[in-house]
Structure formats: structure tokens, C-alpha cells
């Protein structure tokens, strides 16, 4: 009853503040946040369309800001893209005054926007308005504490987002607290990309358990962040407690042997996850054999990357022997570094093709670092297949 109310009294709030808004930027009726979606004349809810951009430039006059000229280019559509613009937190709020109200637009990126916490804050406020939102990408843009209090406080109550974008915006263990309370309530994201950040081992402690509880992400990036030692383990256990996730990747972290601890016992008890990146995390002999260890009873992981680890010969060879010893394994694809192949690994690698004729087992590789941003890497690799003793791992 009390939760019945509490809702009733959050949808109430969310009706009467729309509607302000809607006076506000001389919109006639009204608009129901839950309601099912509509169809309406062209350009007349579309942002992008003249009514729309005469709301925008109403906001833009109301905030006292220079209108984008990004956006009064664009064409009408279902998504938004103005990525790399410069806006800057005041424009951010002329833009989320317009959008509290658009039923059109469906996808939102505006990435590498310099929006700040200031600017997050009103579009997460937008985002409590607008129920037609599914996508929204908000990287690189210094978000900071703020930003993600702003942005965790606003998934307790959106339930349209399903994909939702936050790399390289500085969240540290201060960030991870709020963003914890949103991980382990909300229910809807399926996709998040909180990769490029300054999480560290306090951070992983936050975000493990939040990790575990989580019902409803099916795809987690978490890469080039600094989970070591204990904050690797609690996200590894996080890994072990989910039921839902599929996609993890936690590359570029640095682990350690400790971590892949933590990751084979995971690997044992989870039954849902399909591909999981674990490239360049410092795993020696010792850690792959940990992974192995979970290959061994693992039945569901599909796609494996364990590249840029110095586990040497001996540790692919654990690998490949923990496949071997589980007929169950639905390991489809597995990237394993590029290390010296003595006669064991190639003799290893032909039994194993033998055994699963349709794995795609790729060894090292052509590894490029390209510069993505000012404090961001994108890594390419182009990964050579292996084939049979001959030609394999040459």
C-alpha cells in the first residue's frame, strides 16, 4: 500500500511538472509520461521539426544561450546526434527543456559534449519526464560526482533506457556509490558502458554487490579502469552472483593472478554469461590456470579474450587442456596472446580442433592503439585464425 502510494504520488509529480513545462514552452494540452506512444503530424513533437525548433529556440531564449546550430540543421528522425559539439552545460539545459517533451526522438548521443555535472543534471532531469528516450549516449563529458548523482538518482525512476552510455567521464569510488544504488534497483538497462573512468579497488568493492543484484543488464563494459587485487575479486564475485549478464568486459584493468582467482570461481557458478574480454589484466601461468579451472566447469561462455596477458605457453596450454577435459564447454571462440609455441601448444592446438571442429581458436594478432580522445584509447586487433599444427600459431 505504502509503495502503491508513494508511486501514485511520484507519477502525480511527474504529470504536474510536464505540464509546467509544457505551459512553459507554449505547448497546447497535456502529454501522460506513461502513456502509449502516439503519432503526430510531422515536426509537430520532433525537435528537430519547426515546432520543435521553435521550443528549442524559446529555451534557448529563456536560458539565455546561443542555440546549436547542430541541431537547427538536423533533420526530423527517431535518433539525435550531436556528438563532439562543444555545447556546455547551458545549452544542455535548453536542449532537455526541449526534450522533456518530444515522443519522436528515441536514441540521444551527445558524447564528447563538455556537458559537466551542471549539464547532466538537466538532462537526467529530462530523462524523468521523457518516457520515449531508449538510448542515450553521455561519454566524455567530465560528469564527475555530480553527474553521476544526477544520473543514478534519475534511473530510480526512468523505465524506458535500455542502452546507456557513460565511459571516460572521471567517475571515481565517490561516483561508484551512487551509481551502485542504480545498478542494484533498476531493472530496465540492458546495456552499460562505464569503461575509460578512475574506478579503483574501492570502486569495485561498491560496485560488486551491486553487481550480483542487478536483474536486468545484459551487457556490462567496465574496461581501462583500475580494479586491482580486492576490487577485482568483489567484481568477480559480483560476476558469480548475477543471473542475467551475458556480456562482460573487463579488459585493461589489471586484475592480477588474484582476480583470476576470484574469475575461475565465477566461471563455475555462473550459467548465463556468454562472452567475457579479460585481455590485458596481468594474468601470469598462475591466473590463466585459474580461468582454466572455471573453463573446466563452465557449460554457457560462448567467446573468450584473453589476449595481451603474459600467461606464456604453459598457460594456454591450461586453457586449451581445461576444454578438453568438459565435453559440455560452448566455447565458440577463444583469443589467446601470442607467446612462443613450443611442440605441447601446437600438438594442444590440433587435438582441440580435432575435438571441437567448429571453435575458432585465435592466436595474438595485429595490435594497433588508436588515440580516441585526449585520455582515451581504442584498441584494434585483427587476430590471426589458427588452423592446424602446420600453419597454426606460426
Known amino acids: 500500500m505504502a509503495a502503491a502510494a508513494g508511486a501514485a504520488r511520484t507519477g502525480g509529480a511527474r504529470v504536474r511538472r510536464t505540464a509546467t513545462t509544457r505551459r512553459a514552452l507554449g505547448l497546447r494540452g497535456s502529454a501522460r509520461p506513461n502513456s502509449p506512444r502516439r503519432s503526430f503530424p510531422a515536426g509537430e513533437e520532433n525537435v528537430c521539426g519547426p515546432a520543435g525548433q521553435s521550443r528549442y529556440l524559446a529555451a534557448c531564449r529563456a536560458c539565455g544561450v546561443t542555440p546549436a546550430s547542430g541541431l537547427l540543421r538536423c533533420v526530423p528522425g527517431a535518433a539525435l546526434s550531436l556528438w563532439h559539439r562543444g555545447l556546455g552545460p547551458q545549452v544542455a539545459k535548453a536542449l532537455a527543456l526541449s526534450l522533456m517533451v518530444d515522443t519522436s526522438i528515441l536514441t540521444l548521443d551527445l558524447s564528447d559534449s563538455w556537458l559537466q555535472g551542471e549539464g547532466a543534471a538537466a538532462i537526467a532531469e529530462m530523462l524523468k519526464e521523457n518516457c520515449y528516450l531508449s538510448a542515450v549516449d553521455l561519454s566524455d563529458n567530465k560528469l564527475g560526482v555530480e553527474g553521476a548523482k544526477a544520473f543514478s538518482a534519475m534511473l530510480l525512476e526512468n523505465t524506458t533506457i535500455v542502452s546507456l552510455q557513460l565511459s571516460g567521464n572521471e567517475f571515481d569510488d565517490h561516483a561508484a556509490k551512487h551509481l551502485a544504488d542504480a545498478i542494484a534497483a533498476n531493472t530496465k538497462v540492458e546495456i552499460l558502458d562505464l569503461s575509460y573512468n578512475k574506478f579503483d579497488d574501492k570502486a569495485g568493492e561498491i560496485l560488486g554487490p551491486a553487481i550480483a543484484e542487478n536483474v536486468g543488464l545484459k551487457e556490462l563494459k567496465a574496461s581501462w579502469n583500475h580494479f586491482h587485487s580486492q576490487g577485482a575479486t568483489a567484481l568477480a564475485k559480483g560476476l558469480g552472483g548475477n543471473i542475467f549478464l551475458k556480456v562482460l568486459d573487463i579488459s585493461y584493468n589489471g586484475f592480477g593472478n588474484s582476480g583470476a582467482a576470484a574469475l575461475g570461481e565465477a566461471l563455475k557458478a555462473n550459467s548465463v554469461l556468454e562472452e567475457l574480454n579479460v585481455s590485458n589484466n596481468r594474468f601470469s601461468v598462475e591466473g590463466a590456470l585459474h580461468i582454466a579451472a572455471g573453463l573446466k566447469e563452465n557449460k554457457t561462455l560462448k567467446r573468450l579474450n584473453m589476449t595481451r596477458n603474459p600467461m606464456q605457453s604453459e598457460g594456454c596450454c591450461g586453457v586449451l587442456k581445461a576444454l578438453q577435459a568438459n565435453s559440455c564447454t560452448g566455447i565458440a571462440i577463444l ?41 582515451k584509447f581504442e584498441l584494434r586487433t585483427q587476430a590471426k585464425v589458427v588452423g592446424n599444427s602446420q600453419n597454426a600459431m606460426a
Do not use: M, W, Y
Open 335 to 375: 583469443d589467446l596472446p601470442d607467446v612462443p609455441v613450443n611442440k605441447e601448444l601446437a600438438e594442444l592446438c590440433d587435438a582441440v580442433k580435432i575435438l571441437f571442429p567448429n571453435l575458432l581458436l585465435r592466436h595474438g594478432g595485429i595490435t594497433k592503439l588508436q588515440r580516441k580522445s585526449q585520455l
